[in-house]
């Protein structure tokens, strides 16, 4: 076994292939069971890699086999793999293991594959089902840009909006969600947003991939262009050039990306404006830079703090005048700027450190100083605290107003003050206006955070909601279940179903009009929530704040005490909750337990109120005849009787007397309808020694209900536990055919009927099968008619058939005849004829490819023969296994099961053979299982058979067999 793995190791797949069938094929085999599975992994891996598909997929049923159930995932991880080589879809099993029991991160790459197939195929609304469940699983947040394409690609582009917002200044996903800000304001025309996002992104995304920054350039260039803004269309072009000049140099090319230190110094300042200096501006025209200035302070978001926001501000602004320094001093906070070279450092002063310098000076006397050093009476530099030196020639200090000093220091001769005068001024009176802004802005900053810090306290659980999404507070996520920010549909969800409507349209009221109120009361979860709304308006738009209360234990209380009562206020019978205290007594002794249900046809034609009435007379009738034992409402039309007998005649007769004296006495409530009661009985400790009520309740509701379902007019029954035994299987075989459906985990199953007269496959019968169960597909099909499955059941079939032959036809170019089963019911279901062709319609299948076996009795009248023509007018085949139905309808074939040989039986079979060829329709005989059948049916001349002498196909195998004999 080593010895395989160090050759698959280095990739001698054909020799792992011949060794390990060597392998196999010893007796050394059977010794390494611990290894079995680990060998047919080499081997599918092998067979893989030398496309030997039948073989891959051999050994992958064998692997799964193999498998501990804990461990079965792993064998659809190679079925994957497999389908993944083949070319065929593979986003079901995807799905389908996505469900299944397997590790968190295999679990988050699974969602994630499957989110990249949905984008791929534009499938966005699945794509925004799966985000919920990503959520709780991924918490790096990689399904970012999934759900953001998802969103644009359904035109959700307020929720887009919130979710870029959110995370533009994420670590990760800034640039993804900046890039869908890009589109969002390129959609709607907002240049003052584009030029924002401009300086904010559009020179920061130089170590992205070239992809992502020929995307980001070309979204750019195009904007520019469509507004004439030459300068920037032809940087952004040139920049795009660029990209696809280096392209072409590296192409065929994979090198790892190093960011040195080099590389990181040459990367584009953030300070880079929207706007471009014109090289024939002169100092001594102000105007035009100042205009240029105050625009770009406008520019720079107000998310910054004020150090970097004067940062970025004074780098643009030396880009027309050249200077040594700058100094800013605020007043009220004593906090002094020193901006130099592209670096800014703040300081916080008392005023023994600028008491004696220019800065003191001009802030009280509120008059502007220009001139030399020399010149100043208390010749003290500020950031050194001594005399300035010779390399500062020349000095501008403007007061801003009450809000600080701005002093410029210039390393070069000044000969006329005058040059720089207006162009400073102009610069003060733009930095006043920012130490302003950010004085109201600190302000307004407190007052929302101290609205946030309510907001946030657990106080109260809370939500404010605007019409696209809600925020909930701190107390009120963990009383809902929710995240932070969410939309409403993601709360409603929540909602019991039968309070959604109401809750929905008490929310459209309110966002109606401001300052309305409401309080609703519902279910949420397990939790029964009151909610208090009110709606205010904000910036002409309407918010919703509510209040949430959990009234789970009050509500649970009230219960409690429901349940503690022992009478049924509605009939004055003893109620559930007494007969459970009473049950602990009852199974101590020798008696017999009743459920008896009564003529509840009734309801519909009567209503509720009369139907009630008419049990409460039923209870009193029942409680009167059973003097000797004690009578309970069991639920809604429900009896439970108790006697203390147990002996099988003595509780027959009482049983036939309590129907009888039913029957005789004629009801008050409606007099010419009977009560015709049901009854289930359990004669204990006779039958059973159960001690558990709620297994002794489960006992009779069985039975009940298998007797309403016999044919026969039977009014009670006594249990047996074999019902017990056969109910609870078929109810395990439904509720896993009802998983195996929601989930896709049915297998497509194909008989073969045989044409013995040219030796080849006439059609393929198809069939469903529970892989996991090895239950025969009538037994199947029998328990889904007993429990009302069988039409969506024979529905699911055909769907998967069409599904099937869209798959064969997309990988091989092929189709093949497929013959259909399906029970007379679903046949003669109005919908049948619609679904049909609506899914023709949806996998593109010709008509011809799909053919109908109707099984069941002969159809009574001619009222369904325009649905069977619609049929066959389409080019549908129609087959029977009914001899009157073949001779009555335009049938195309009729299928009789084989018979133990006698003469009489042949020649009916000839005979029918004979009248069938002079109609155009064909004779199938099935069951088949030996040559010495198929030898009888051949020498009676007829053509066509199949049974268990011809082996059935899995739909894959026959999808295999069928390509592979294309590319022979």
Known sequence: MRLLEVKFELYMFKEVIDEGKVFEASKMFSNELSHVEKFYYLMFKSAIKLNLFEMAYRYIQKRMEALPVSKKYLGTFDLIEFKKSTNQSYIQDIEVLIKD??????????????????????????????????????????????????????????????????????????????????????????????????????????????????????????????????????????????????????????????????KISQLPNESQSVFVKSNKQTLNKSLPTLIDLFAYAHQISDTRNIREYLRLFLIKAEEYFKFKDIVIFSIKDEMLYHYKKERLYDKQLDKSSYFNTLIYEVSQKGVEFFGQPSELEKNINILTQKPYEEDIKYIYAFPLFDMGVLMIHVDHDVLDPGTYFDYINGLSTIIYSILRDEEKNTKLKQETHFWQRIFDAKIFDMRIMDPYYSTYNVSSQALLNMESHATLDMFIRNIAIHEVKNYQMKIQKLFQKSGQSDEIVYMYQDKQIREK?????????????????????????????????????????????????????????????????????????????????????????????????????????????????????????????????????????????KFLPKISIIRYPVVTEEKLPANLYRYLEVSLDYLKRQLNDESYIFFEYQIYENEVFEQQVINYLNQAMDQNQLSLMFHQIIDIKRQIVWQYESSIALENLNIDSKYLLSIAKKRNRLFELEKYHIQMVFQFLSILEKETERLIKITIPVSKETFLDVNFNPFVFGLAQKFMIPFEFIRFKVKGENLKGNQHINQINELIQAGIGLDTTNVDMALSYPFHALHLDMKPSDSKWNAYLKMLKTVLDENNMALIIRDIDDNEQKDMVESLGIQYIEGNLFKRMHADKLFMKIKGSIQS
Request: charged residues 30%; proline residues 3%; glycine residues 2%.
């Open 101 to 262: 029991v397997i590790p968190q991160e295999l679990r988050l790459e699974l969602v994630k594959e499957q989110l990249n197939i949905y984008i791929k195929e534009k499938q966005y609304d699945k794509v925004l089902e799966v985000i919920p469940q990503v959520k709780k699983i991924d918490i790096t947040h990689s399904y970012i840009p999934f759900y953001m394409e998802a969103l644009f690609g359904l035109n959700q582009f307020d929720e887009l909006k919130n979710l870029a917002n959110q995370y533009k200044d994420h670590p990760t996903y800034k640039f993804i969600a900046s890039l869908y800000l890009l589109k969002l304001y390129i959609k709607d025309n907002d240049a003052h947003r584009i030029a924002i996002l401009d300086a904010d992104f559009g020179s920061q995304i130089d170590n992205e991939s070239p992809e992502f920054q020929k995307e980001v350039y070309e979204l750019f260039r195009t904007f520019y262009q469509s507004i004439k803004n030459r300068l920037m269309h032809e940087s952004y072009s040139k920049k795009l050039k660029a990209i696809l000049k280096e392209e072409k140099k590296t192409k065929n090319k994979e090198p790892e990306i190093v960011l040195t230190n080099e």
């Open 533 to 673: 709304l009110v709606s205010i308006e904000n910036k002409k738009e309407i918010h919703i704040i509510s209040i949430f209360e959990d009234l789970t234990e009050y509500y649970e209380e009230k219960s409690r005490l429901m349940m503690e009562a022992t009478v049924d206020f509605e009939t004055s019978l003893k109620n559930l909750n007494a007969l459970n205290k009473e049950m602990t007594e009852y199974v101590k002794d020798k008696g017999s337990f009743m459920l008896i249900t009564f003529n509840d046809a009734i309801l519909p034609i009567y209503g509720y109120d009369v139907t009630l009435k008419f049990f409460k007379e039923f209870g009193q009738r029942t409680q009167k005849f059973f003097n000797d034992g004690d009578v309970y409402r069991f639920s809604t039309y429900q009896l439970f009787v108790y006697i203390p007998q147990n002996d099988i005649r003595s509780v027959t007769k009482i049983i036939k007397d309590y129907i009888k004296y039913l029957d005789q006495n004629q009801s008050v409530v409606i007099h010419y309808e």
